[in-house]
């Protein structure tokens, strides 16, 4: 299985509506079980790891078909309303900024 470690620098004012979204998450499980079961991926796991030059998001993943899995995330993003988290202030999306 290959192994896929992603990384992104978090906008410095978003930490905390990551860290919600995450707390989000816990709630739905069987929600986050699906989508990574339609996605291919068989585990993932994220942290959000400070550094000198701001918060990052490194997310570590097991896929049978990492390109695949991708491309059906991105769609999945691109096409699905925004999910709100319990404190409406948004979903993930718009968190992270490219390194």
């Not at 620098?9 to 339609?38: C, G, M, Q, S």
């Not at 701001?54 to 990492?66: C, H, K």
């Amino acid at each position: 299985m290959p192994y896929i470690l992603s990384t992104a620098f978090i906008h410095p004012d978003k930490t905390e509506r990551l860290k919600a979204w995450y707390r989000e998450v816990e709630h739905r499980k069987a929600e986050v079980l699906e989508t990574l079961n339609n996605e291919g991926v068989r585990q993932e796991i994220a942290f959000i790891v400070p550094t000198e030059h701001g918060d990052m998001l490194a997310v570590f993943s097991e896929s049978d078909d990492p390109d695949k899995a991708g491309r059906i995330r991105q769609v999945a993003i691109r096409d699905r309303p925004p999910t709100p988290c319990r404190d409406g202030r948004g979903d993930r999306r718009g968190v992270a900024r490219a390194q």
